[in-house]
């Protein structure tokens, strides 16, 4: 009797083992999942990119060697199995491209669901980057119970006082959020555990979904010296949709811009310390800002600077931009330099009556000379009733500004790491993880990690370190300040992050918005440069800017 009883019971577990097999083969036909990468060899790829005109553009891998992609998707195969090629291509008129508030129109008027909204990310995303041949290499981590929290919003129906209600998320991968690890692209930190970033528990208050966490450059693009853009050694190597391999992705935030470019998602998070916002929002083709240093909370964000550091959203359209940044505010106690302010917003600008008449914009003599498309850029202005006033900016030095990275991050990553890591992470200063790669090279630290190096061997004092700051704002502040206060300017405009560490130092915001496409395809914006805490304004020029233009187009290969 009781060999009768086993063998039933192993006939049960073979027959439950067929099923699931068999069910789990029905799911890998019915969406594109990521079995292609399985016996995926980029070396041939990697061979061909050694004749890149650009030296660190010739990669030495693509796909991750840690990252397991069949992991990241495993617990949505049921959720994504309920949709369809079909389903995708029905929805792509409502969402593509479409900005939130008529996206959330559409869903009023019951056109679309939150939970569709979401699936149709989630499949677009899964389509695109489980291929080899079309993978931006951009996703870390998806949220698994993205799809379930989707169908809690549509429970509960639209929230008119909550424009990002159930709205998909991406999150640079250095931004702390309960349900995934946050990674900063770091080995080191492949299984970090932590609670929502203060910004993210805004995001959440404010009814967005967080979709899924997105690749970057690696330690935010301070750790490895003439490294490529985007590469990590959890997330691999980023690619540039508008010419994968060909054009850069931009830094640090590299794929909070790829990804909105191919439209994975209504809107990123990227962080900033100089130009890692302006520069990858500008060669993907999307707006972004960076804010006010201390208008959004770094608490939770794996740091650089605590001097400079600041997160920001990247988005499609100027109106998006200005929905998610009101959702992130917020005075943040546990921040230094959180700014306190009476009223946060409205930032959205006035979609009716937008235009450029009378605005006054200082715009670089040697980028007129030397840029083409600034050069029309400033005709259209014109055209539009701007005035343009072409100056040539002082001499300033930024002298020290390396040293002031290097002090601030031997002291800030440590603070980070004892505050908001999980107790698995041994790592605990800087040293520790340049000791940490050291064991395996070639996985951890492929292209070497000489900024890592140079923090620990800098000696500078704290005292030697605020004298460096108090220069740097100095000079940073003379490169705009005389011409903006003598020509009473609305704003400085340069092109893309062009001017990104002189804005840092000084503390100044910028907005970059989509300014044309060079000959060979390769997008370029206008950056928007004003003083502290004029993000208004600066949404009010970037939205009539981008409604006389008109400009941004979506990646041919990713219609």
């Known amino acids: 009797m009781k060999i009768k009883i086993i063998c039933l019971l192993s006939l049960l577990f ?20 990521v079995d292609r990468f399985e016996n995926y060899d980029d070396a041939a790829e990697i061979a061909e990119q050694q004749d890149h005109e650009k030296d660190r553009m010739r990669f030495k891998l ?46 009023k008027e019951g056109k679309l669901s939150y939970e569709q909204l979401t699936l149709f990310y989630l499949y677009r ?15 870390i981590a998806m949220n698994p119970e993205a799809v379930a929290q989707a169908r809690a919003m549509d429970k509960k129906g639209i929230d008119p006082s909550k424009p990002l209600f159930g709205m998909p998320i991406l999150l640079k991968d250095n931004i702390g959020t309960s349900e995934m690890p946050t990674t900063a692209g770091a080995l080191a930190l492949k299984d970090n555990q932590t609670k929502d970033a203060f910004i993210v528990e805004r ?9 899924g966490k997105v690749n970057l450059s690696e330690w935010a693009y301070y750790f490895c010296s003439g490294c490529p853009l985007g590469y990590s050694a959890i997330g691999g190597q980023s690619l540039n949709p508008y010419g994968r391999k060909i054009f850069e992705t931009g830094g640090s935030s590299a794929a909070s811009g790829t990804s909105i470019a191919a439209n994975y998602a209504v ?48 988005t499609k359209s100027v109106v998006d931009n200005a929905i998610v940044l009101e ?47 600034y050069r029309m850029t400033m005709q259209k202005l014109k055209d539009e009733g701007a005035e343009i006033i072409q100056f040539e900016p002082p001499q300033a030095s930024l002298d020290g500004f390396l040293t002031l990275l290097n002090i601030d991050m031997k002291h800030d990553l440590p603070a980070y790491l004892e505050t908001y890591a999980s107790d698995n992470i041994v790592v605990k200063t800087v040293a520790d993880v340049v000791n940490f790669n050291k064991q395996d090279t070639l996985v951890r630290a492929p292209y070497g990690q000489a900024l890592f190096e140079g923090i620990v061997a800098d000696s500078t004092t704290v005292e030697e370190l605020q004298e460096i700051k108090k220069k740097l704002m100095a000079n940073g502040k003379t490169i705009f300040d ?45 950056t928007f440069i004003g003083k502290p805490l004029t993000e208004k304004e600066l949404y009010e020029l970037g939205y009539a800017f981008e409604q006389a233009t008109k400009i941004r187009q979506i990646p041919r290969e990713y219609q």
């Open 14 to 33: 073979f027959i439950a083992c067929k099923e699931e097999s068999k069910n789990a083969s029905k799911l890998k036909e019915h969406i594109p999942y």
């Open 62 to 107: 693509l796909n991750s060697k840690v990252l397991d992609r069949a992991s990241v998707w495993e617990p949505l195969m049921s959720d994504l199995a309920s949709f369809s090629e079909e389903g995708h291509n029905r929805l792509k008129p409502l969402v593509l491209e479409q900005d939130i508030p008529t996206i959330q129109e559409h869903i």
């Open 125 to 139: 995303i899964n389509k695109y980057e489980s291929d080899p041949a079309t993978s931006l290499y951009a996703i």
């Open 203 to 211: 995001l959440k208050d404010a009814g967005a979904i967080i979709l």
């Open 267 to 314: 809107a990123a998070i990227g962080t900033e310390t100089a130009g890692s916002i302006l520069s990858p929002s500008s060669q993907n083709s999307v707006v972004g800002l960076k804010p006010t240093i201390g208008l959004l909370s770094r608490s939770g964000i794996v740091p650089i600077s605590s001097t400079l550091d600041t997160p920001g959203p990247m």
């Open 327 to 373: 959702a992130l505010l917020g005075f943040d106690k546990n921040d230094t330099k959180s700014i306190k302010l009476d009223s946060y917003g409205p930032y959205v600008p006035d979609r009716s009556g937008a235009n450029l008449k009378g605005k006054r914009f200082g715009a670089f003599k040697n980028l007129i000379e030397s840029d083409s498309i």
């Open 482 to 526: 005389e011409v903006m206060k003598e020509n009473d300017l609305d704003a400085v405009l340069s092109i893309n992050n062009y001017h990104a560490a002189f804005a840092a130092v000084a503390e100044y915001p910028c907005l970059t918005v989509p300014m044309g496409y060079k000959e060979t395809g390769e997008p370029i914006s206008l």
